[in-house]
Structures are given as structure tokens and as C-alpha cells.
């Protein structure tokens, strides 16, 4: 129901951009977001953005990601920018809709330094 693409190997310093679509049997959603999660350790929330077009980030990648949404509301991205090595990690995008969460199935950012 979210498909996640865009992900793959990028020097420090380049740019990649995910992108999540989101199946037309999901209503209602409330905020759609990008997660990462690094070999061993726990989910993160890296951005978010609500229906009514409000963001949120996390402190670390403020100022070089930029989370948003399509025209139709039924796409997310997230712009990457000035990547570093410690961005390496599988990243999920997220939909909260009627009252539970969707995921989709992850894809692989890899930064080299």
C-alpha cells in the first residue's frame, strides 16, 4: 500500500531523492513521514509532514532534507542533500491514517565517504 523508491549509493556530500506512493485505498491520512533505520538499532523519525502541510525534522537533518508532498496527496518524497556517511541506513516511509500506521518496505541509502 506505500511503495518507496529512489534509494541507492551516493558519495558525502551528493543528493538522492525517495519517493513514496501511496495506494488510493488508503483515506484519510492525517501525516505522511520518512523513518531510518540502521543496521541494529531502533526505527527513527527523520521527517514529517501533516495534512495541512506542516514539517517537522529531526535535528540532524535540518537544513539538508526537505520532506513533501505531490500535487494529489497520494505521493511523498524526500529531497537529500549534503549526505554524510552516518545518513547510511534503510529508510520507510510512513502514512498514519485513520487511526493506524502504514509502511512501506524500505529502501537502501548508502553514502561513502
Known amino acids: 500500500q506505500l511503495q518507496a523508491s529512489g534509494g541507492g549509493l551516493v558519495q558525502a556530500g551528493g543528493s538522492l531523492r525517495l519517493s513514496c506512493a501511496v495506494s488510493g485505498s488508503i483515506i484519510r491520512i492525517m501525516s505522511m513521514a520518512w523513518y531510518l533505520q540502521r543496521p541494529g538499532k531502533q526505527r527513527e523519525l527523520v521527517a514529517v509532514?501533516?495534512?495541512?502541510?506542516?514539517?517537522n525534522y529531526e535535528d540532524s537533518v535540518k537544513g539538508r532534507f526537505t520532506i513533501s508532498r505531490g500535487n494529489a496527496n497520494n505521493t511523498v518524497y524526500l529531497q537529500m542533500s549534503s549526505l554524510k556517511p552516518e545518513d547510511t541506513a534503510v529508510y520507510y516511509c510512513n502514512a498514519w491514517a485513520a487511526g493506524r500506521a502504514y509502511w512501506g518496505q524500505g529502501t537502501q541509502v548508502t553514502v561513502s565517504s
Open positions: 509532514i501533516t495534512s495541512g502541510g506542516n514539517t
